[in-house]
């Protein structure tokens, strides 16, 4: 039996890429695994109760990254505190080993160790990405405070799974750059796509309505979608006729300028909707009806939304380098060597004029062979197992 760190993803309404693998962990380990999280009311570690099991099981995002606690939930383990029954509700036994999905707090990262002496196997954290650190222009300024302490509390691991050789080569390079001489072993693992599940017919889009172009992702800096608004706003202007769909919240610290921008096109008549977060049948059916996506970030661990379009039959018009430049690799993309609004204007052109073009590059996308959500869970329990215990 393994301990599972869902601490961030059982109170939050968000679901970007580190909750959906964290959420992906919890129900492809099933019996093997038990979720836990650091109660700070309780001021310990317990198993998760059946209102934290029940916001795991939604499929509809929020618009708050934040966590929430039901206010019950607060008072019960402030009580249990104060009277001194915090052992009757803590966390007790032995577990084979501990996977750290999440990006951890700080506080999260003080309280790991009490769960040394229950832990006799090795344990685990999932590595995303080092983009606080890379460009931090494009990082809430409290993440990049906060993320060169994260970098050194993955050291108490006994083995760091990134998610892809760009950022398994971006945390080993950090950690030489501080000198360090003694870290634990870093392996890339990627990440699975979940199994597609049909969308009726009735749903597909009639041959006479205008193209729909999809972008799905939160609005921040990094996910670049500034210079796909620009893109557009370009090919609206010389007659180009299609739809832009955005789906995603909006990330407060950094995404202001590209909802400003937005909410601009849309009130000069643009053909531009944008949903917010969606759960996960909308998306589905937003993919169905889409004739290919466009993924502009510039920046990214792995880069989820091109497999999964890819995974639908949808090539993805993204970037050519780093992360999503190897979830690109094995064709059905239309690779930019920069994602600037010139690359991204010529690329939806391209696709928007070329029926034939897209039909190829779709027919490739359907023979890939993708990872899915088992295959990724199994993958990493196999490499957890030849670890030893550091």
Known sequence: MLLLDLTHTSHTQARTGVQRVARALQQNLGAGATAVTRDPFLGAWR?????????LAKSQGGHKRGTQWQTLAKWRGRWRRVTGRTAGHALRGEYDGLIEPELFSAKVARDLPRLDPQVRGPRVAVFFDAVALRFPELTPPSTVAWFPSYLRELLMFDGIAAISEDSRESLTGYWRWLGVTRSPPVTAISLGVDCMKPVPDEQHPPASRRPVVLCLGTLEGRKN????????AQLW????????RLIGHVNAETGGVALARVRALQAAGRPLR???PADDEEIARAYAACAFTVYPSVAEGFGLPVIESLKRGKPCICSARGAVGESAHGGGCLVLDTVDPPGLAGAMDRLLRSPAELSALSTTARGRIFKTWPDYARELITWMQSLPRR
């Open 47 to 55: 198993v998760l109760e059946s209102w934290e099991l029940a916001n």
């Open 237 to 244: 202007t010389r007659g180009l006729d299609f739809e832009l």
């Open 274 to 276: 944008y949903d917010g």
């Open 225 to 232: 979608h500034v210079s796909l608004l620009e893109a557009c």
